[in-house]
């Protein structure tokens, strides 16, 4: 058993887990037989602990017992407005938090492994590319976005650049949405009283499900039954024009982002060879849209699956470190960056950055800090 490794992706919305066995990547299907399990967490009244689909029912009909969302909560304090505001990426203690409840789950954690890292690496698998090849991972996904521009070499794959928002998702989509319904029930039907928190969530849900609709249809319709008085049922029609629009500052802040990560970088975006699409959002037509315009409207590659190809990635990952050399795996050297700036701060002060966000890994380097009342604190970091 000891020699079985596995890929964990940890989504803010689902997780997956998948495996690497005699040349072939498989998604490991949960009890339910699905191979997608809700990030939910139920803790029922009489004891216990339920994750996956039940728990994403129960967390309607029992918010309080329930933790969703978990990811983008872990490692944070409740009145943690300073490191949210620092970070754009998942940040030291969040990591360091996930390391330990993988380490209380019973395992033993080969590398955790950057999302779009991740992607990169189940695109390889499938695509066998020989030559020097420049791509970039556009991830999309329920809570995060984030950006990575990597180079294969014949036999290492280099991150060159990575960067993202940890506060920017599908989730915010919904709750565009759900902002546009509150209006229009208290434009068209003068509902002007305080919605409480779990009908705000249910609600949410269905504007979930209508933006899952509008990427295959041109509208969607939400229902609201016995919610306001006297229009015991009311259906919303959302058209995908009134989606893009409300959405369209969150659209463009991924374009923004992406574009930094260029700039940065100092790569042009004719040097990008393919452009990858991974994240359950990629599925929504225009931002395939602009994401190919972006780039002269360049075809997007969609050869990995935009939900799963973390897991797999992170599976490929664990089965090139294992030492079970039944594995028989290609290895692909990974050089990762750093992906945000480290440093300290004393009392809420502004971060002093010893190592900058993008450095490349492994790195060392030490400073000496000097308080205001002129106590000597020597600080070194070394990763
Ligand atoms: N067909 C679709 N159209 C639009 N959005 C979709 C579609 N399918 C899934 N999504 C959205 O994708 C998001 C989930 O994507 P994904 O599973 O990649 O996220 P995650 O890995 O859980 O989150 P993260 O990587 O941000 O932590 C949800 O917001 C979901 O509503
Ligand atoms: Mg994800």
Not at 205 to 233: Q, W, Y
Not at 317 to 330: R, Y
């Amino acid at each position: 058993m000891d020699d079985i490794v596995i890929g964990i992706d940890l989504g803010t919305t689902n997780s997956f887990i998948s495996v690497y066995t005699r040349g072939r990547i498989r998604i490991l299907e949960n009890e339910r037989g699905a191979r997608v399990t809700p990030s939910f967490i139920y803790f029922p009244p009489e004891g216990g602990t339920v994750i996956g689909e039940y728990a994403k029912t129960m967390s309607l009909q029992k918010p309080e017992n329930s933790i969703y969302e978990m990811k983008r909560l872990i490692g944070r304090q409740f009145d943690d407005t300073y490191i949210k505001k620092l970070s754009t990426y998942f940040n030291v203690t969040q990591r360091e938090v996930t390391l330990t409840a993988a380490k209380d789950a019973g395992f033993t954690v080969l590398k955790l492994l950057n999302e779009p890292t991740a992607a990169a690496l189940a695109y390889y698998f499938v695509n066998d590319i020989t030559e020097n090849h420049i791509s970039l991972v556009y991830d999309f996904g329920g809570g995060t976005f984030d950006v990575a521009i990597l180079e294969k070499k014949t036999d290492n794959v280099e991150v060159l650049c990575v960067n993202g928002d940890t506060q920017l998702g599908g989730h915010d989509l919904d709750n565009c949405i759900l902002d546009y319904i509150v209006e229009v029930l208290r434009t068209d039907y003068r509902y002007n009283t305080k919605i409480d928190p779990d009908t705000k969530r249910r609600l949410r849900n269905k504007c979930e499900v209508a933006k899952k609709d509008l990427s295959s249809a041109n509208e969607a319709f939400i229902t609201i039954n016995g919610m306001v008085p006297k229009h015991p049922r009311i259906i919303i029609t959302l058209t995908r024009d009134v989606f893009e629009e409300k959405v369209s500052k969150l659209f463009k802040k991924t374009i923004d982002i992406l574009h930094n990560c260029l700039v940065e970088s100092k790569i042009s975006k004719q040097s990008i060879q393919e452009v990858i699409l991974c994240g359950g959002s990629t599925r929504i037509p225009k931002i395939q849209e602009m994401v190919s315009e972006y780039f002269g409207h360049k075809k997007l590659n969609k050869s990995v699956h935009p939900d799963e190809c973390v897991a797999e990635g992170a599976a490929l990952q664990a089965a090139m470190l294992s030492i079970n050399k039944k594995q028989d795996i290609k290895q692909l050297k990974m050089v990762d960056v750093l992906p945000l700036s480290l440093g300290f701060s004393s009392l809420g002060s502004e971060m002093v950055v010893i190592i900058r966000r993008n450095t490349k890994l492994p790195t060392k380097k030490s400073r000496v800090y000097v308080n205001g009342e002129g106590d000597g604190t020597s600080m070194f970091v070394r990763i």
